[in-house]
């Protein structure tokens, strides 16, 4: 197409956001990427750009301990943002992910209230389109000490692949959107007004974190460090596993910075090299911590937050694979760090990571490998016996949050003792089973089989 073409596209698409009454600055942060697009860039970042990130480069999260007097004195200082905007439609759902049950009864917003509660320090969440209505409603049932301050998350217009114009689909024109991932939270901090309504409290230091990610909420000894030695932006990062092996990866950039590279930033030639686990060694386990302050300055003065492009290409309607290809402009948070000249990388262990993207995920935030305290903090079962555990259940009868529910009635087994359970057919539990080591459950037959309360499975079943 030539350039003349794509000059009249973008004032499409400036028109359309216009109408949708977005704000300037979400308008230029896309025409900046939409230009990307343009030019034919694809946002790869290939391995020859980067070197692998070494131990010695990270901070490790015990090394900070002589720092919680610090974060203590800093929580006045201290804010929690959730990033909220998730449906879980891969599990089923088609209100917020964060509603859901996560632990002891409680739902994941439950949990991140009474954290912030906890630690007397003010919560925003950032919601989507998507996610607002119900998560507002939820609160005024909740009934927090204290409201959370709730934003929305922008959105860009989709672009059709072909002729890159703005896409149309009259009869469902919310699908002519979608969210433009989570390194929107600094265009959206700053469109909405958070960011100057946090400031003017003399709240500096944000920490931020997924809303499904209950074992993610503020140290105090990492507070400390943070505050006490000015870093402008800290990402905490985690040595990655067997299952982490298409997480995003921090690395060096040849330009000296640090970055995080997506598998959808990553050329194909290069996949099995982020995919090795010992070259690649660390992971983003997205949540980040960032100064407000550094955040508004740059702000002011690049005018954009100008993080790497993600471009994914996908079907304009996401339940349709014949539906016009298009392509979202999204931003991973954690890129940010390539933002910052003084930025860190702090090691922390999985207790700080547990999210819940799958049924198989939510088996084990439910189950006893970890435990919620009084003060709502999430502690590893001390009877727990394995590091990692690794649950896959039969997408048929588990997939859907619906059908997981129906076959834990009562609640998880216990897995304080497992390394793998695998279900293959339709199993139903009742109370107080246990797994120990690794099991394989198969049902091949069309009825129901049950596991009847008090069974101890330490070996493959076929029911």
Aim: aromatic share 8%.
């Amino acid at each position: 197409m030539d350039r003349s073409g794509t000059v009249g596209r973008l004032t499409e698409f400036i028109k359309k956001m216009k109408n949708e009454g977005l704000d300037r600055i979400v308008i230029d942060t896309f025409a900046y990427y939409y230009e990307k697009v343009v030019n034919g860039e694809t946002g790869s970042i290939p391995e020859n750009d980067i070197r692998p990130l070494s131990p010695e480069e990270t901070v490790i999260a015990d090394d900070p301990g002589r720092y919680f007097d610090f974060g203590k004195k800093a929580l006045k200082h201290a804010v929690i943002i959730v990033l909220n905007g998730g449906l879980g439609t891969s599990m089923g759902l088609t209100s917020a992910k964060s509603l859901i049950v996560a632990k002891a009864g409680k739902s994941f917003l439950a949990i991140k209230l009474a954290q912030a509660e906890r630690l007397g320090v003010q919560m925003c969440l950032m919601n989507s389109f998507n996610t607002h209505e119900a998560t507002l409603k939820a609160i005024s049932e909740i009934k927090p000490e204290k409201e959370p301050i709730c934003f929305l998350q922008n959105k860009f217009p989709k672009i059709l692949q072909d002729g890159l114009a703005p896409a149309s689909w009259p009869h469902n024109p919310d699908l002519e959107w979608n969210p433009p991932g989570h390194g929107d939270i600094y265009t959206a901090l700053h469109s909405t007004g958070i960011l100057k309504k946090l400031l003017d409290q003399d709240i500096r230091y944000a920490y931020i974190c997924n809303s499904d990610n209950i074992g993610g909420t503020i140290d105090e000894s990492l507070l400390g460090y943070f505050a006490e030695e000015s870093i402008p932006f800290m990402m905490e990062v985690s040595q990655r596993g067997p299952l982490d092996r298409k997480g995003g990866h921090l690395a060096r950039h040849r330009n000296g910075h640090l970055i995080l590279r997506e598998i959808a930033q990553c050329p194909k030639e290069d996949v099995d090299t982020f995919q090795n686990i010992r070259y690649h060694r660390f992971f983003n386990t997205n949540s980040v911590w960032i100064n407000l302050l550094e955040l508004h300055r740059s702000i002011k003065e690049h005018g954009l937050v100008q993080l790497p492009m993600i471009l994914n290409p996908k079907p304009l309607d996401p339940r349709n694979e014949n539906s016009p290809p298009i392509y979202h402009i999204e931003t991973a948070m954690g890129s940010a760090i390539s933002m910052f000249d003084g930025a860190q990388a702090v090691q922390v262990g999985k207790i700080r990571f547990l999210p819940v993207k799958t049924c198989s995920d939510l088996l084990v935030s439910r189950s006893d490998r970890f435990l919620l305290t009084k003060d709502y903090k999430i502690i590893k079962n001390p009877a727990t016996t394995t590091s990692d555990i690794n649950v896959t259940l039969d997408p048929k009868y588990y997939g859907k949050i619906d059908l997981f529910d129906k076959r834990f009635p009562v609640g998880a087994p216990s897995l304080c003792r497992c390394e793998s359970l695998t279900i293959d057919g339709d199993v139903r539990f009742e109370s107080n089973v246990t797994i120990i080591g690794n099991v394989t459950l198969r049902n091949n037959s069309a009825q129901q089989a049950v596991i009847k309360e008090n069974t101890v499975i330490d070996r493959d079943l076929i029911l």
